[in-house]
């Protein structure tokens, strides 16, 4: 997965990153990206490496991206930079991190709902700038195609200032959007960054409501206090946790969020070479997961061998689940459920 954060100047963007990646000096130079990928943490992986001690224990990744600004007056008022839209545009998600402390420079007071609609405009106003130019190009060229039926609609609702993320679109127009890698359609999470004693307080309803009605998720978090604590040896960070009124850490919170966000769940693969957790959409059939691993079992598959995670744990692993009858084949059209423990059988 492929997180992008941005922000206006002054929001602490790449405080969160490092809050995030736990990353202490992350200094690059302007208009480059800074780049850290974490582990997905998942004790159900834990539990799986600790019955088969495989050569390899593999967990699913995040990398997250921080693109420094250019540079030039424009920085105190725009976020998209030409860097930072090419990363945006093949994000799986996107963070827009909104000041919620006094502007430590001039000392102006937060104003995050105002800062995530002005960031929400930049997203808006660069798809519609994609969708008019392609729009004008078919009509000069006479094209009468379905893509000539598609824009309008779009073009219509971006300039009523509304993300096409909130916009539903046909399964089979998906794939012809897709093309246009609209950064105004990917997933949003709003971060709140917030002053150290506000760590624990309740989400604001006003800034809640609003990122809701945009089809985003809202999450809060003290990114200089929790950088400070991401950077601690994981056993030391618990107590400082508790002392700031946090029940887990930033990266726990997000991953759990962007998870929910994204409709995502891990079905996972086990054995004495790899245990490992592979990422799908929720919904996903048994054939198309198989994919995720090798789009030959993909193409041969024949069926899955399941289990679910919980009669995994019950009856101790797939030999006693297998005795106890609790292990099960299930055909291409099986939709996968989290956790599943899964072997395909597949014909090259």
Same mark, same amino acid.
């Given at each position: 997965?492929?997180?992008?954060?941005?922000?206006?100047?002054?929001?602490?963007?790449?405080?969160?990153?490092?809050?995030?990646?736990?990353?202490?000096?992350?200094?690059?130079?302007?208009?480059?990206?800074?780049?850290?990928?974490?582990?997905?943490?998942?004790?159900?992986?834990?539990?799986?490496? =600790?019955?088969?001690?495989?050569?390899?224990?593999?967990?699913?990744?995040?990398?997250?991206?921080?693109?420094?600004?250019?540079?030039?007056?424009?920085?105190?008022?725009?976020?998209?930079?030409?860097?930072?839209?090419?990363?945006?545009?093949?994000?799986?998600?996107?963070?827009?991190?909104?000041?919620?402390?006094?502007?430590?420079?001039?000392?102006?007071?937060?104003?995050?709902?105002?800062?995530?609609?002005?960031?929400?405009?930049?997203?808006?106003?660069?798809?519609?700038?994609?969708?008019?130019?392609?729009?004008?190009?078919?009509?000069?060229?006479?094209?009468?195609?379905?893509?000539?039926?598609?824009?309008?609609?779009?073009?219509?609702?971006?300039?009523?200032?509304?993300?096409?993320?909130?916009?539903?679109?046909?399964?089979?127009?998906?794939?012809?959007?897709?093309?246009?890698?609209?950064?105004?359609?990917?997933?949003?999470?709003?971060?709140?960054?917030?002053?150290?004693?506000?760590?624990?307080?309740?989400?604001?309803?006003?800034?809640?409501?609003?990122?809701?009605?945009?089809?985003?998720?809202?999450?809060?978090?003290?990114?200089?206090?929790?950088?400070?604590?991401?950077?601690?040896?994981?056993?030391?960070?618990?107590?400082?946790?508790?002392?700031?009124?946090?029940?887990?850490?930033?990266?726990?919170?997000?991953?759990?969020?962007?998870?929910?966000?994204?409709?995502?769940?891990?079905?996972?693969?086990?054995?004495?070479?790899?245990?490992?957790?592979?990422?799908?959409?929720?919904?996903?059939?048994?054939?198309?997961?198989?994919?995720?691993?090798?789009?030959?079992?993909?193409?041969?598959?024949?069926?899955?061998?399941?289990?679910?995670?919980?009669?995994?744990?019950?009856?101790?692993?797939?030999?006693?689940?297998?005795?106890? =009858?609790?292990?099960?084949?299930?055909?291409?059209?099986?939709?996968?459920?989290?956790?599943?423990?899964?072997?395909?059988?597949?014909?090259?």
């Amino acid at each position: 997965m492929k997180v992008v954060i941005a922000g206006f100047p002054r929001a602490g963007k790449t405080t969160v990153f490092q809050s995030l990646t736990g990353l202490a000096d992350t200094t690059s130079a302007r208009g480059a990206a800074s780049r850290g990928l974490i582990r997905v943490p998942d004790e159900r992986v834990d539990h799986l490496s =600790g019955i088969y001690s495989p050569k390899k224990t593999t967990y699913a990744t995040i990398t997250f991206v921080d693109v420094q600004p250019e540079g030039g007056a424009e920085e105190k008022t725009t976020v998209l930079s030409p860097a930072l839209t090419a990363e945006l545009r093949d994000a799986d998600l996107i963070v827009a991190v909104v000041r919620g402390f006094p502007d430590p420079f001039g000392g102006d007071a937060a104003e995050p709902e105002r800062e995530f609609e002005r960031f929400e405009e930049e997203l808006v106003l660069s798809d519609l700038a994609v969708l008019d130019r392609r729009l004008e190009r078919l009509r000069k060229e006479g094209n009468k195609g379905r893509e000539v039926q598609l824009l309008p609609p779009l073009v219509d609702w971006l300039g009523e200032g509304k993300p096409l993320r909130t916009m539903s679109v046909a399964p089979e127009d998906v794939k012809v959007l897709s093309g246009y890698q609209l950064v105004s359609r990917r997933p949003l999470l709003v971060v709140l960054n917030r002053p150290d004693e506000d760590a624990a307080s309740a989400l604001p309803e006003g800034l809640t409501r609003r990122v809701h009605e945009h089809g985003g998720e809202l999450l809060a978090m003290a990114g200089r206090l929790e950088r400070e604590i991401a950077e601690l040896p994981p056993e030391e960070q618990a107590p400082f946790l508790r002392d700031a009124g946090l029940e887990a850490s930033a990266r726990d919170r997000f991953v759990q969020t962007a998870y929910r966000l994204l409709d995502l769940v891990s079905f996972l693969t086990s054995g004495e070479d790899e245990c490992r957790a592979w990422t799908i959409t929720r919904g996903t059939s048994a054939q198309r997961a198989a994919g995720k691993i090798h789009s030959d079992i993909e193409k041969g598959f024949i069926r899955a061998e399941v289990i679910g995670w919980e009669d995994f744990v019950r009856y101790g692993g797939e030999a006693e689940c297998k005795k106890a =009858g609790r292990s099960r084949l299930e055909g291409k059209e099986y939709v996968v459920q989290d956790g599943d423990v899964i072997h395909f059988r597949f014909n090259v």
